[in-house]
């Protein structure tokens, strides 16, 4: 038995008992001293030693019945004691089994094993033992349920952080787009503003070679001047069509803000199938030895859906013409070697010559619009004239005009 163990039992069951039974055995002892010395006084020639030892007789019979009271006073205690214990442990149980369902409900992930239902048959000590087990079995559980919840907050914390960051990340990302956009506006709008500029400089320029064409000059200077107006006809096209597609880009832009339908551009293509049959048999020839007309021509039509191809001599369309049949031709008239007006004499006399079939319809594209200009293109084989220079609606129109439904053209208000 240990130290405390044996402290607690003296200080439990033996001490309130050991000491009154104690005082009564001394008192005793006092007595029977006080009677024999009494006696021994008052007569000790009569005393004798028979009469202390039957003084000792009474002194061991009244010790042994003090202890015989004791011991049944140890035992009915320790009884008691036993019964309390017994109470207490069988409450503990009980309790330890409620907690164990408390936390299999509380904790489903964690498995805690509940104490085994009360027997009589086992030991206090046994049955204390595996309480002692359970408890400590509750203890590991929720310490690991601890754990795991720390460890799922510090996850959760990392998580919202790595979201932060990525929402800062994205604001500076928008901060920046924004700051471009902005940045991408202001040089549409300088270079929209460079462009009229421009386009009003050259329109001034363009009106003062042809007044100066008009006015009586040699044939070789009238032919200078109109190579020089048809060299600015191309740049004024050149920069109509890029404040036309500034004008387009920055109209699909709001209608792509806005969530708007509207399509933008000078035409819209049919969705019905006539008419994406009609495009896709439709083949167009652009004949200028011009570049940038050439281009830009080439570029307006093929947005509408139609077969087009460019040449930029006279020479290069005829050779085309014995390969491939066009439906539409616009002939340049200002040409070296071989000029429009003669590439459409030999185009409609190969026509004359081959038999059957549809002519193409040509049409003259010239800065010299005026009535003996257009005289001369009709009585060449023209079919109609388009003056330089020229806007890509004009273009347009004129297929309309030729080729009713091939393309759709907006009306003037929404251009």
């Known amino acids: 038995m240990q130290r405390y163990e044996r402290e607690h039992f003296w200080n439990a069951i033996v001490w309130p008992l050991l000491w009154p039974l104690l005082l009564v055995q001394a008192a005793l002892v006092v007595l029977c001293l006080v009677v024999g010395a009494m006696m021994w006084w008052m007569s000790p020639s009569n005393a004798s030693w028979s009469t202390m030892l039957w ?46 369902a408390t936390a299999a409900r509380a904790l489903p992930e964690h498995k805690c094993a509940p104490p085994d239902a009360a027997d009589e048959s086992h030991l206090p000590l046994q049955r204390l033992a595996s309480v002692n087990e359970v408890l400590a079995g509750l203890e590991r559980c929720m310490h690991c349920s601890q754990v795991a919840s720390a460890a799922t907050k510090n996850s959760r914390q990392e998580h919202e952080q790595t979201l932060l960051d990525d929402l800062q990340h994205q604001q500076r ?28 400089e050259t329109d001034n320029l363009l009106g ?23 060299h600015v006809s191309d740049i004024r096209a050149l920069l109509t069509n890029l404040i036309q597609q500034d004008a387009d880009g920055q109209s699909a832009g709001q209608d792509s803000g806005q969530g708007s339908g509207k399509s933008s551009g000078m035409g819209e293509v049919g969705s019905d199938g006539a008419l994406a049959a009609l495009q896709r048999n439709l083949r167009v020839l652009v004949v200028d030895d011009g570049p940038v007309n050439l ?31 066009f439906d539409l031709v616009f002939m340049d008239i200002f040409m070296p070697i071989l000029d ?47 003056a330089k220079p ?6 347009l129109n004129m297929i309309a005009h030729w080729f009713p439904g091939a393309i759709k053209t907006m009306p003037p208000e929404e251009r």
């Not at 003062?208 to 048809?230: F, G, P, S, W």
């Not at 040509?362 to 257009?374: C, E, F, K």
């Not at 020229?390 to 273009?395: I, M, N, V």
């Open 55 to 100: 003084l000792m007789a009474a002194l061991l019979i009244g010790s042994s019945l003090n202890v015989s009271v004791f011991l049944m006073l140890v035992k009915t205690r320790a009884r008691h004691k036993d019964a309390r214990f017994m109470q207490e442990l069988t409450e503990l149980e009980r309790h330890s089994q409620a907690l164990c």
């Open 173 to 200: 990302q928008l901060k920046h787009l924004m700051a471009g956009r902005e940045r991408a506006r202001e040089e549409s709008r300088l270079k929209s503003g460079y462009l009229t500029l421009l386009q009003h």
């Open 208 to 230: 003062h070679l042809n007044a100066m064409a008009d006015k009586e000059i040699t044939d070789n200077c009238r032919q200078n001047v109109m190579e020089v107006y048809e």
């Open 295 to 325: 281009m830009l021509a080439r570029q307006m039509l093929e947005t509408q859906g139609l077969q087009v191809e460019g040449v930029s001599s006279g020479e290069q369309a005829l050779e085309r013409q014995k390969n491939a049949n």
């Open 340 to 386: 429009g007006l003669e590439t459409t004499r030999r185009w409609r006399e190969h026509e004359r010559n081959r038999g059957g079939g549809n002519q193409s319809v040509l049409v003259a594209l010239t800065a010299n619009a005026d009535n003996a200009g257009r005289d001369a293109c009709l009585a060449a084989g023209m079919d109609d004239l388009l």
């Open 390 to 395: 020229y806007q890509p609606e004009t273009l």
